[in-house]
């Protein structure tokens, strides 16, 4: 999962991106207006973290740019000191949820976790895919109740096929969504992470379907 934080206020951005990347998010970080609606407009995050005042474009503009370009990824906004109107604004503008500042970061945390199942259709955090069990709060894999060690890497990949369980994610789709920008990509990486992921899964849940991407499914004994 890629998330985007906009927020001008250099130590809470900071501290954000630090947060949601141990949280094992891929993070990109803008601290203005334009530079975060140009990067939402171009690069396909997963959910967006935006602050309302911003310089250059304050972010109910940055937001109603995106959702008139027809952009859906779930935004969370965070406003000033619990002000109603900022909230009915953000909202009206095609917010998705919010955060009073100040906030408790596990509270933005949950409340990202929430919108990310929310718009993969799933009803908690506990995503499974036959043995396979993914907790999105613990960040912990098991498979048939052993628990199974992930690199952050390994664990961006499965949970991102855990949330698009049953349809085909092609390299490039798992590339824009795995890596932040400033990573080197290379969709070669993919199939070596896949490879060591189906290693230590021990199980065959990962398909690969020829031509078009990969696709998690329950191994067709345990299904
Ligand atoms: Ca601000």
């Known amino acids: 999962m890629r998330l985007l934080v906009v927020e001008d206020d250099p130590d809470l951005n900071r501290q954000l991106v630090t947060a949601l990347s141990d949280a094992g998010y891929a993070v990109d970080a803008a601290s203005d207006g334009e530079e975060g609606h140009f990067l939402g407009d171009s690069e396909p995050y997963d959910a967006i973290v935006l602050d309302l005042g911003l310089p250059k474009m304050d972010g ?3 937001l109603e740019r995106w959702r008139k370009s027809g952009k859906m990824m779930p935004v969370l906004i965070l406003t000033a000191r619990d002000r109603w109107s900022d909230k009915v604004q953000g909202f009206d ?3 998705d949820d919010y955060v009073a500042k100040p906030f408790h970061m596990e509270e933005v945390l949950a ?6 199942r929310r718009s993969a259709g799933h009803a908690t955090n506990e995503l499974t895919c036959g043995p ?3 907790d999105t709060r613990s960040s912990r ?8 060690r992930l690199t952050s890497h390994e664990y961006r990949l499965l949970a991102y096929l855990m949330h698009h369980t049953g349809r ?4 490039t789709e798992l590339v824009e969504h795995l890596y932040d920008q ?4 290379d969709s070669n990486t993919i199939e070596v ?3 060591r992921l189906r290693k230590k899964l021990g199980i065959d849940v990962i398909q690969t379907v020829r031509g078009l991407g990969y696709m998690l499914s329950p191994p067709a004994d345990a299904s």
């Open 60 to 62: 109910i503009s940055v």
């Open 141 to 148: 894999v098991s498979v048939n109740g052993n628990p199974v």
């Open 168 to 171: 085909v994610v092609s390299r």
């Open 193 to 195: 992470f896949v490879g």
């Open 132 to 134: 396979v069990t993914l």
């Open 111 to 116: 409340r990202l976790r929430a919108l990310l």
């Open 93 to 95: 503008a095609g917010a």
């Open 182 to 185: 400033d990573f080197d990509r």
